[in-house]
């Protein structure tokens, strides 16, 4: 038997916060799946224009790899 385990964190946020603690242990980056959540109740899912830090457990949204640069606008 394989034990399993999912935790959810929902993060409220106000159009300016770019730093999002990972409050729960996770052991690679692809254990984490990042979703946004409109304020009409509508869902997206993240899979782009995000760095995880693993070292110090924060999301950067939008954010980059150090050295990385941001896509043209």
Same mark, same amino acid.
């Given at each position: 038997?394989?034990?399993?385990?999912?935790?959810?964190?929902?993060?409220? %946020?106000?159009?300016?916060? $770019? /730093?999002?603690?990972?409050?729960?242990?996770?052991?690679?980056?692809? =254990?984490?799946?990042?979703?946004?959540? %409109?304020?009409?109740?509508? $869902? /997206?899912?993240?899979?782009?224009?995000?760095?995880i830090n693993?070292? =110090?457990?924060?999301?950067?949204?939008? %954010?980059?790899?150090?050295?990385? /640069?941001?896509?043209?606008?």
């Amino acid at each position: 038997m394989i034990a399993t385990s999912e935790n959810q964190v929902i993060y409220e %946020g106000n159009g300016q916060q $770019k /730093e999002w603690r990972i409050t729960f242990k996770i052991l690679e980056e692809k =254990d984490l799946h990042l979703m946004r959540i %409109g304020a009409d109740g509508s $869902k /997206e899912d993240v899979v782009s224009d995000y760095y995880i830090n693993m070292d =110090d457990n924060i999301v950067y949204y939008p %954010g980059y790899a150090p050295g990385a /640069e941001e896509p043209n606008e």
